[in-house]
């Protein structure tokens, strides 16, 4: 049986419930490194947080090996590509990583050491996966 990482969509849950979570994230991020504001400079972030709060989502269910999310990782992953239209040099993943958990710490009153690991290799999957298609 593979892991499905429910554990990570009830965190994630909870981290929803409490207002701002995605904005916070994105304030973490921004400060994180200088080449990530820069990034957004044109962003819509009313759509862009909606793009967020699903990607994380299929995140969480391609770590747990869900067929169901392949196609819309894959766009993901050519969305952020060397060549896609919002470009995301592998380097900078661990930042993303690491600002999200900061969120989640945050915002997730159960978490602690062994659920933030738990959130850090199931991200870590989709950075691979992107980091393979740039």
Partial sequence: MSDTFNDLQQSYGRCLARRGFIERFYEIFMASHPDVEPMFARTDF?????????GI?????????????????????EVHARQGRAPVPPALYPYWVDSLLTAVEE????????????????????????????
């Fill in 57 to 77: 989502s299929v995140a969480i269910l391609h770590a747990g090996g869900s067929a169901m999310v392949a196609r819309t990782c894959a766009h993901m992953a």
């Fill in 46 to 54: 009313q759509t862009q947080r909606l793009a967020l709060r699903r």
């Fill in 107 to 134: 915002f997730d009153e159960d978490a602690d050491p062994a659920l933030l690991a738990r959130w850090r290799s199931a991200m870590g999957h989709i950075c691979e996966f992107f980091t393979f298609h740039y």
